[in-house]
């Protein structure tokens, strides 16, 4: 009789075992599923938005092409209101300059105001720096900054309008913590106007939008924290279980809304190294100036030292030698 109970007992914890062992097995296999999806969308993804600049995959102020896995680089992300130009050029809303160190996983950020009085390469003229884009798209842009700030610019990303708040419906919207009463109109055709109130709301795409535009009420670096609270909650979203099952789709929103120099394979080696880089290595930079009217129209006018100093901070991340004075 102890020996059939021993027996039974026996058999119970291999059947449990056996349990344990198919559910671990089905997780690896979801997850392993699910890494090879992810890869496959972002692939699919990433030949759709691949577009390279006339000049080719090397800037004029490098001696060679870099490595993203080896070499310090730099990485313009351009945030273009095309809604009104039907998809042709239009202004650049958000520009923001990030260099970074693979092999220290250090990176510097620079937001340059939409406003700042800069020549535009091409033009021969003194002009908004957001008017490069719609001069000459990407391209224009630039070497604009190129020229402004004197280092290379070796990949660039621009997303419209309409992809952020396609991707931000996608999730079925962001939840934010907004930090004080206020409005913005909406960039749809009805033009309405969205309020914010202080405290946690939840945002669809047209008011996310507006949310991260908005700077009647403060100013262009107000903005930049509200422009990373919602990337941080939609990046929390797309993450979530809910959120998996519509990579499919965000990966088309992706596709049709982006556009970028950064090849499959880079953005591969951009995940791979930079997974465990967070706020606390990334330092802010920030422009210095001040407002001017020429003609009737507002620029800012950043202070020359202030631009002297940004440069030599991100040449010297970049390990880049001073080609100013070559």
């Known amino acids: 009789m102890a020996n059939n109970k021993s027996r039974i007992r026996r058999r119970r914890k291999r059947s449990i075992l056996r349990k344990i062992i198919l559910l671990i097995s089905l997780i690896v296999l979801l997850v392993v599923g699910y890494g090879a999806y992810v890869a496959f969308q972002g692939y699919q993804a990433s030949k759709k938005t691949f577009n390279e600049l006339e000049r080719g ?154 949310y991260v535009r908005m700077r009647r009420f403060d100013s262009d670096f107000g903005r930049s924290d509200r422009q990373r609270q919602v990337i941080d909650a939609a990046l929390d979203k797309t993450l979530s279980v809910s959120g ?38 990334i330092e802010n930079l920030k422009f210095n100036g001040e407002d001017a009217r020429i003609n009737g129209i507002y620029y800012f006018e950043p202070y020359e030292d202030n631009v002297n100093e940004i440069e030599q901070i991100l040449k010297n991340h970049l390990n880049h030698e001073n080609t100013s004075e070559e």
């Open 57 to 210: 995959n090397q800037s004029e102020l490098r001696g060679e092409a870099v490595k993203i896995s080896e070499d310090p680089f730099s990485i313009l992300l351009m945030g273009v209101e095309d809604y009104s130009t039907g998809g042709d050029h239009g202004r650049t809303d958000t520009l923001i300059l990030l260099t970074i160190d693979p092999k220290k996983k250090t990176a510097k950020m620079v937001s340059i105001p939409r406003d700042t009085r800069v020549e535009i390469v091409g033009r021969g003229k003194m002009d908004k720096i957001n008017h490069a884009h719609a001069f000459g798209g990407p391209d224009m842009t630039i070497d604009t900054i190129e020229n402004f700030l004197d280092i290379p610019i070796d990949y660039y990303a621009k997303v419209n309008f309409q992809g952020f708040k396609d991707i931000i419906n996608e999730i079925n919207g962001v939840e934010v913590d907004v930090p004080f009463d206020f409005w913005e109109y909406s960039d749809e055709v009805n033009r309405k106007k969205i309020q914010f109130t202080e405290g946690p709301m939840k945002l669809d795409g047209e008011e996310a939008l507006a």
């Open 244 to 281: 998996l099952f519509k990579l499919d789709d965000i990966a088309d929103h992706l596709g049709e809304n982006i556009q970028t120099n950064l090849t499959a394979l880079d953005l591969v080696s951009l995940k791979k190294n930079f997974a465990d880089l967070n706020s606390a290595n």
